[in-house]
């Protein structure tokens, strides 16, 4: 009989700064329609899965046999199976890392991918990479000058304290 292992899975923003000024959230589709190619059905099912685990608190502490059954895995749950070779597949290619034995610190963000995965990638899935980062991109900036824009108008309608004249003495 195999004794239950809890596994924690916290959500921490990148560790580059670059990823989270522009990566994408884990349930876009670009995860699935471009990442997964490169890491894999399962590590894509579970990258989007996390953000449902984390609605209560940034950290879910789940059964890893339980997640693993839930993801299709069955019981292959030891330290070699396939639910750890998933987690340790989202360390190598650097969208989590391990910071205890049963604790993995997700990153909520995904980087685009890089040039060299974009090589090795069929046309269609370097297509939906041009498409799914543009619209993403498009709408980061939208979203960017619109808070421009908001920051612009509550500084307009702060009233302003007039400076006192250059030729007044203090004493």
Not at 102 to 126: C, Q
Request: proline share 9%; aromatic share 4%.
């Amino acid at each position: 009989m195999e004794t239950q292992r809890v596994i924690r899975l916290h959500g921490v923003p990148h560790p580059q700064p670059q990823v989270r000024q522009v990566g994408l959230p884990l349930d876009h589709a670009y995860i699935e329609q471009c990442w997964a190619p490169v890491i894999g059905p399962t590590s894509v099912l579970l990258l989007r899965r996390l953000p449902v685990l984390w609605r209560e608190g940034m950290t879910a502490e789940v059964d890893i046999a339980d997640l693993a059954q839930s993801l299709g895995l069955g019981n292959s749950t030891g330290r070699s199976g396939a639910m750890q070779h998933t987690l340790d597949r989202l360390e190598r290619f650097r969208f989590a890392s391990f910071s205890g034995p049963d604790d993995l610190d997700v990153f909520t963000e995904a980087p685009p991918l890089s040039s060299r995965h974009l090589e090795r990638l069929p046309a269609w899935t370097v297509k939906r990479h041009e498409h799914l980062l543009g619209v993403h991109l498009d709408e980061l900036a939208r979203l960017h000058s619109r808070s421009d824009l908001h920051a612009r108008l509550n500084r307009l309608s702060q009233p302003r304290i007039p400076a006192p004249p250059s030729h007044a003495i203090t004493r």
